[in-house]
């Protein structure tokens, strides 16, 4: 079956634009994370939903970050008037709700000029 | 403050030889550990997990070790394989379905 997905793979930004990267969960996952891994990091927590809960958005490093997730699938990560640090991986996970496992997609390569 | 830390940035091992890669916690909390293994240009992928209950949890030539009390989990690769080497990421959560923190991770490399 059909793993998460994520688009676009790559996306050059001037600073100062807006970017929206996209994810694809696994068909009936539940749960959906986003993460982010800065150069010579770790993977960086930013937000997770779950089924029709509100999203624990803890991990946004801004007010610029924001996610959305319509219909209990696709979700729309969007960063507002990029910043050269936000350059990094943007990974999207999903897991059935109960379960820990975090299935991942390939990220997006995120590079503000 | 890191909770999940990895010191080793790297490891390089002899085929056949044992991967000994470990991770420590801070925090008591954590209820459920994973380690996961990720090839350049793609995205981490699941490998073998733990939970707070346990303290050993094997998967053919995967085990992985938790010590409580140290605050300590290790992942034993035995026989290692050039296929291998990889980033190995340990991430812990304090309950299943919430997010994981991780480690900034260890290079694995294995030689022939």
């Avoid at chain 1, 936000?86 to 897991?95: I, R």
């Avoid at chain 2, 994973?34 to 995967?62: C, H, M, Q, V």
């Amino acid at each position: 079956g059909a793993g998460v997905s994520q688009s676009p793979s790559n996306k050059v930004t001037e600073k100062g634009k807006d970017v929206e990267l996209r994810c694809d969960p696994i068909s009936g996952h539940t749960a959906l994370y986003w993460y982010r891994q800065s150069l010579g990091q770790g993977l960086e927590f930013l937000i997770y939903f779950q089924g029709n809960s509100a999203p624990d958005k803890s991990g946004l490093p801004s007010d610029r970050f924001s996610a959305e997730r319509t219909g209990g699938s696709v979700s729309t990560l969007t960063i507002q008037r990029t910043q050269q640090e936000d350059s990094a991986v943007y990974l999207c996970a999903s897991s059935l709700s109960i379960l820990n496992e975090q299935f991942f997609g390939p990220g997006t390569r995120l590079t503000v000029l | 403050d890191q909770q999940v830390k990895q010191n080793s940035p790297s490891l390089s091992v002899q085929e056949g030889r044992i991967s000994i890669l470990n991770c420590d916690y801070t925090n008591s909390m954590f209820d459920y550990f994973l380690w996961y293994k990720k090839y350049p240009a793609e995205g981490p992928t699941f490998l073998i997990s733990i939970s707070s209950i346990k303290d050993k949890n094997e998967d053919g030539r995967f085990t992985v070790f938790l010590n409580k009390s140290a605050k300590h989990l290790s992942l034993h690769i035995v026989p290692s394989q050039p296929g291998d080497s990889a980033v190995y990421f340990c991430a812990a959560s304090e309950k299943a379905g919430t997010a994981l923190i991780f480690g900034k991770g260890t290079t694995l490399s294995v030689s022939s």
